[in-house]
């Protein structure tokens, strides 16, 4: 049996014994009859004399119940299920008692052990601090809190007990529906997941990972839910840092993969530019001696000026493929700016108000002159033609320390010491899609015949060839800033030199200059040329047979005047072979785009005189006398 069954008297002696009893407490009937049931408290409980309150009480009440601590004969212990009723006569009098005994020590230690599950999940869930976890009952409402909670969300448990859960989300959020949804879907699918901003106690936001579970009963019906939140801030703001990393670079390899498109087709163009240049001038030369020629050298003027522009065209084409060739010097921004200022107002008009502005302590910087005001006529007209009703330009420079932050989001700065020439303007801004595209050749938001899409372009390429960056700063109606950051340069910035006149000097018949040049009609012309300014003249139309000429004894080569980009050896190459076979030798290289091959880290190569195609007659012829009278020299 499972159950202890025996009769007590009113002083408690038991006074008879089931076989339950027997096996449950391990006393025969012998052994027990006569003897007072307190045997069965243990001493703690005889000591408050809790046996002889349970007669009391079933005395007083009818009946005692209660669970505890009971000791079997062999002083084994027992969790038991007490029930005492009492006994009476007809009078009502109190006779003895029937008492009841059950063993339920399984059920209290399986009792035990979840009250013991339930703590240690408790003290669990309250010793997690990087994790908000909490409870929601079926409406929403917050149940329990944990100190996770309250670190990340900012509030005690008793300010948030109770309260909505929909509290944590953004106004947004909140408008379009997003924690209803959330709870419906945990409902319906048992759990949702997302991602999203949410919002602290003092207000601030962080970006949250969230998980949503339902919690069911044994029934299967929905009691409530458990919420967990994680603070992943730091995560998002990672990501978002690489993404912006990684749009930058993508824009960077696009216009890196257009440049070199556009840097080869300006070698062809700027051959064939030559050709009819040069063309060009000599018929306009010859025809000045013919009667009646006006209208043909209105002509010539005019196809001399289209070709003139195209040459431009392509000069800018260079630039922003950084295959120009630059001569970087030494500049003192403060005297540069100060000069610039006067050219930029006549340039840009009255309606333009312009102003540069230098800075005490300024670092010099090192780039080509010409090509750095180039750079920044050119934002000054772009900023010209976005103030149609005037306004002001401002061309400031100061110094700047690029950091390891800054680095990480602009990854083709490296951390350092910079000078940024700023141009910025009060004009219409541009919007955030303009600004995608602004670097991006033949890209204008003029009208039609209005513009090239180059001036930005050739900015760009500029500034990255002479080391330095570019960044654009603009809002539609609050005007544009662009930012040229170039590196410090450490030594003492000296006055550029300056250009060369133009004229036609001529040789005397006694020297020889080997033209080397894979196009034809360019060699043809280039060899006519120096033919009509009185020079013997040798041609090669490679690498390979300028070598095998200069191998030779005869003839007696003054100059070797060669294009720099050929198939096979180049003319780089070609010039370093021929001074090694004919040491002394001077080399004058032409070029319409370089590849390097002269130019390396933005600037020319020490000892290299170049020429950038398309070169006019009287610069050539210029460049050609240079180079013979500095061989006289010698």
Known sequence: ??????????????????????????????????????????????????????????????????????????????????????????????????????????????????????????????????????????????????????????????????????????????????????????????????????????????????????????????????????????????????????????????????????????????????????????????????????????????????????????????????????????????????????????????????????????????????????AIINLGINARDAMPDGGKLTVEAMNVLADEDYCRVNPELSPGHYVIVCVTDTGTGMTADVLNHAFEPFFTTKELGQGTGLGLSQVYGFVKQSGGHVKIYSEVGQGTSIRMYFPRYHGDARPAEGNADEFRPEGEKLETILVVEDDTDLRAYVSELLRDLNYRVVVASSAQAALTILLQEEPKVDLVLTDVVMPGINGREMGRRAQQIRPGIKILYMTGYSRNAVVHQGRLDEGVELLEKPISQAKLAFRVREMLDRLDQY
């Not at 009480?57 to 027992?78: L, Q």
């Not at 949503?212 to 840092?241: P, Y």
């Open 1 to 374: 049996m499972d159950y202890a069954i025996y009769m007590i008297d009113v002083d408690g002696t038991v006074r008879s014994w089931n076989s339950g009893a027997e096996r449950l407490k391990g006393y025969s009937a012998d052994e027990i009859i006569g003897k007072s049931f307190s045997l069965f408290y243990p001493p703690e409980d005889r000591a408050k004399e809790l046996p002889q309150t349970a007669l009391k009480i079933a005395a007083e009440t009818g009946r005692f119940s209660s669970e505890g601590w009971r000791v079997r004969k062999d002083g084994t212990r027992f969790w038991a299920l007490v029930v005492v009723d009492a006994i009476r006569d007809e009078q009502g009098q109190v006779i003895g008692f029937a008492k009841v005994t059950r063993d339920i020590t399984e059920r209290q230690q399986a009792h035990n052990d979840l009250l013991e599950s339930e703590r240690r999940y408790r003290r669990l869930i309250e010793a997690v601090v990087d994790y908000a976890i909490f409870q929601l009952d079926p409406a929403g409402n917050i149940t329990t809190w944990n100190p996770g909670a309250q670190r990340i969300k900012g509030y005690d448990p008793d300010e948030i007990i109770g309260q909505h859960f929909s509290r944590f989300y953004t106004p947004e959020d909140i408008q379009t529906g997003v924690p209803k949804r959330a709870l419906a879907e945990a409902a319906k699918l048992g759990r949702f997941e997302a991602e999203g901003w949410r919002v602290r106690k003092d207000s601030s936001r962080f970006w949250a990972s969230v998980v949503i579970d339902r919690i069911t009963d044994e029934a299967g019906e929905l009691v409530g839910f458990a919420k967990v939140t994680r603070d992943v801030t730091e995560r998002k703001q990672a990501q978002d840092e690489l993404q912006r990393t990684q749009q930058q670079l993508a824009a960077s390899q696009k216009l890196e993969a257009v440049g070199q498109l556009s840097g080869g087709i300006a070698h062809d163009f700027n051959n064939l530019l030559m050709i009819v240049l040069g063309n060009l001038e000599t018929a306009e030369r010859n025809s000045r001696g013919l009667t009646n020629s006006t209208n043909l050298q209105r002509a010539l003027a005019n196809a001399k000026r289209g070709a003139q522009r195209a040459a431009a065209l392509t000069s800018r084409l260079l630039a922003f493929s950084r295959r120009q060739a630059l001569d970087p010097q030494p500049i003192n921004l403060n005297i540069f700016l100060n000069g610039l200022q006067e050219f930029l107002q006549r340039t840009l008009g009255e309606r333009i108000e312009v102003q540069t502005v230098g800075s005490a302590g300024l670092w010099s910087i090192e780039a080509d002159t010409n090509h750095l005001e180039s």
